[in-house]
């Protein structure tokens, strides 16, 4: 084997492997290297860019709001009992997923939580009701359920839920998601 100044690598003999030992073998190939420093530079240079398109578009309103599977792991709450809108505002997780409840507005209105996790919901408020509000709520895994009360023409929004909860929905769906 011989090296010259170009850096290439001429092979002469190949080792074998058998049984009893190696053999060796004549071989006639020459190796060119390749300047592995420009694909190097050009792959950094790729991964870069994507990485700064995808955290400019992370802070995009996308209408995803992505939970990893240690993120939802709440089981349902083992009793059924109205949740008050105004018990989501706490700093305090929740320790269960309050499925198939039903969700209670200052003003009396109230939605059915559906009976699976996840999701979330909107009405508008109902036909006996003088306001013209229209209420939205969305479940956030372990950082609990957010609900939220806007104005029909949401000039004004209400919102109950965990900080954390909150920051999640307005990074998903934008801070007017109760008016969607």
């Not at 209670?104 to 996790?117: A, N, R, S, T």
């Not at 709520?137 to 023409?153: E, F, M």
Request: charged share 15%; hydrophobic share 35%; aromatic share 6%.
């Amino acid at each position: 084997m011989s090296v010259s100044d170009e850096c290439s690598l001429t092979v002469k003999y190949l080792a074998v492997r058998q049984p009893i030992g190696y053999r060796m073998l004549p071989v006639s190939a020459r190796l060119v290297p390749v300047n592995l420093r420009g694909f190097g530079v050009c792959g950094l240079l790729l991964a870069a860019v994507v990485s700064l398109t995808s955290c400019s578009e992370a802070d995009n309103d996308d209408g995803y709001l992505t939970l990893t599977a240690g993120e939802a792991t709440l089981s349902a709450c083992p009793t059924a009992a109205p949740v008050m809108v105004e018990a989501l505002n706490t700093k305090h997780l929740p320790t269960c997923d309050p499925i198939g409840q039903t969700l209670v507005f200052p003003d009396g209105e109230q939605i059915q939580l559906p009976e699976q996790q996840g999701g979330g919901g909107a009405s508008r408020s109902s036909s006996s009701s003088s306001s013209d509000y229209q209420y939205a709520y969305q479940s956030v895994g372990n950082w609990g359920l957010v609900a939220a009360r806007a104005k029909a023409d949401c000039s004004s929004i209400q919102e109950w839920g965990n900080t954390e909860a909150l920051r999640r929905v307005h990074d998903a769906f934008g801070s007017r998601w109760a008016c969607h």
